[in-house]
């Protein structure tokens, strides 16, 4: 089943700070963000784990919620390269060889 | 090479034709994945490919699509008798070791049936 994401699109102002939330309404072992620029092929950004810690890449954190399972994306401070449509995938199986993707947050910042 | 490799880029193939699209994973990556991405969604799990072992073939839609792989690196998605709702960018990744570990995409095959 898709996970849900929110918000589908924002804008952010250079230097504003964004969360994105993954949902799923089954139990997760892990959580794979990858952000894609238009045109381009997606980019790995980080895992969550089941269990594991609160994961940071530069400014991007992310957190894993197992109660709710429900993953959050934190980007701080944003960049312009930041824009991009950012896709949460989730692993039911726990063994993470087929991810079931949202349908992805639109992120744009701006000057 | 560097990175994951796919071709063709474009494919434009008229309905009921048959298409191969193929991807070069990075070398040594034992891990390679399909998936589809149709505009404005999200990525669809095709099939997945690890090592020797039988490959995941759960995402495949119909038994109209197939792929292999062949010597553990080059693989080929085959669709037969393409329909109009085939079109998609079809995205092949690899991961240096099985599930859980960083994917790494191609730029992937923009398939229109028409």
């Known amino acids: 089943q898709q996970p849900v994401q929110s918000p589908q699109a924002v804008i952010l102002r250079e230097g504003e700070d964004a969360v994105i939330n993954c949902s799923s309404s089954k139990a997760l072992y892990s959580v794979h963000w990858y952000r894609q620029k238009h045109g381009e092929a997606p980019v790995f950004l980080m895992i969550l784990l089941k269990g594991g810690e609160q994961k940071g890449h530069d400014k991007i954190s992310a957190s894993f919620n197992e109660k709710k399972q429900q993953s959050s994306l934190y980007l701080t401070a944003s960049q312009l390269s930041y824009s991009g449509t950012y896709f949460c995938g989730t692993d039911y199986t726990g063994t993470a060889s087929k991810l079931t993707f949202g349908t992805g947050t639109r992120l744009q910042v701006t000057l | 090479g560097a990175g994951v490799s796919q071709s063709p880029s474009n494919k434009v193939t008229e309905k009921g034709k048959d298409v191969e699209l193929r991807c070069d994973p990075i070398?040594?990556?034992?891990?390679l994945y399909w998936y589809r991405q149709s505009l404005g969604q999200g990525l669809e799990f095709l099939i997945y490919?690890?090592?020797?072992?039988?490959?995941?073939k759960s995402g495949l839609p119909s038994d109209r699509f197939s792929a292999e792989r062949t010597g553990g690196s080059v693989s080929t998605l085959t669709i037969q008798r393409t329909q109009q709702e085939d079109s998609a960018v079809y995205l092949c990744?690899?991961?240096?070791?099985?599930?859980?570990?960083?994917?790494?995409f191609g730029q992937g095959t923009r398939l229109t049936v028409v």
């Open positions: 990744a690899s991961s240096l070791v099985g599930g859980g570990t960083e994917a790494f």
């Open positions: 070398s040594g990556h034992t891990a």
């Open positions: 490919f690890q090592g020797n072992s039988a490959p995941d």
